[in-house]
């Protein structure tokens, strides 16, 4: 199966021999990639789903790739549907604060969950914030250009860290490596912000420091 470059390296960062469940696997298309890597052996893939329809395409792409017997699939909310064999949780493709929310309203399955694979599409300072307040440290860090975007991914694993505002602000590992990507990336950010900035009617008064907060401190680290 062809998958596009963000999948590939999400997949990348996950394990070999884990027994992984990603959640919101929408088409399944990273379980079938991994199920079909002839390098890599995973101990189980679970996808799971909220909606049914998404699961009714992932069961016939599985079907059709003939993996049944390789990748089981799950319908439920976030975190509903794990069990206590599965030592690696993945999510990708969903904005931060539903996968915060995902973590927080099942937080005693942090004690057998040890690695955490993320690919948020927006908070993702939030989302480090709070794994590492619940007991991960943050282990791989990467910026993939897929198409027009670049995307950030996110590794973590069961440890104690402490990163300071900027660390969690530009990602401590991103800041060591400040590669071609990392510009890129955060010229956007810095772009879309000024362009909120000047969108915004009068007051929002918070949101408008917390801009220009941000917008100082891209500059200066561009
Ligand atoms: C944009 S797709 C991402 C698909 C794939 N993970 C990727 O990165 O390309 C998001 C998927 O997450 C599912 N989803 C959203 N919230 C969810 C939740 N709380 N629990 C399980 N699945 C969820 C959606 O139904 C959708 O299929």
């Not at 997949?11 to 919101?24: H, M, P, Y």
């Not at 996110?154 to 990392?182: M, V, W």
């Not at 917390?210 to 891209?218: F, G, M, S, V």
């Amino acid at each position: 199966m062809l998958i596009n470059n963000r999948l590939k390296e999400v997949g990348r960062l996950i394990d070999e021999n884990a027994s992984f469940l990603d959640v919101g696997c929408d088409h399944a298309f990273l379980d079938i990639y991994l199920a079909q890597d002839r390098k890599r052996q995973f101990k189980k893939i679970v996808a799971s789903d909220n909606k049914k329809g998404p699961l009714e395409q992932a069961q016939n792409n599985i079907n059709q790739h003939k993996l049944k017997n390789k990748i089981e699939l799950r319908l439920g909310n976030g975190l509903d549907i794990y069990t206590e064999d599965i030592d690696t949780v993945v999510i990708s493709g969903m904005g931060g604060r539903n996968m915060i929310g995902i973590f927080k309203n099942h937080q005693d399955y942090l004690k057998t969950i040890q690695t955490i694979v993320l690919s948020p599409n927006n908070y993702q300072s939030d989302v480090k914030k709070y794994l590492v307040s619940v007991g991960y440290e943050i282990t791989d860090e990467v910026l993939i250009k897929d198409g027009k975007y670049v995307y950030q991914i996110i590794k973590f694993k069961k440890g104690k860290a402490k990163y300071n505002k900027r660390e969690y602000f530009f990602g401590p590992l991103l800041l060591q490596k400040k590669d071609k990507l990392f510009r890129e990336y955060y010229t956007r950010e810095l772009k879309s912000r000024e362009i909120i900035l000047e969108l915004l009617p009068k007051g929002f008064n918070y949101r408008k420091l917390k801009l220009k907060k941000e917008i100082n401190l891209i500059k200066k680290e561009l």
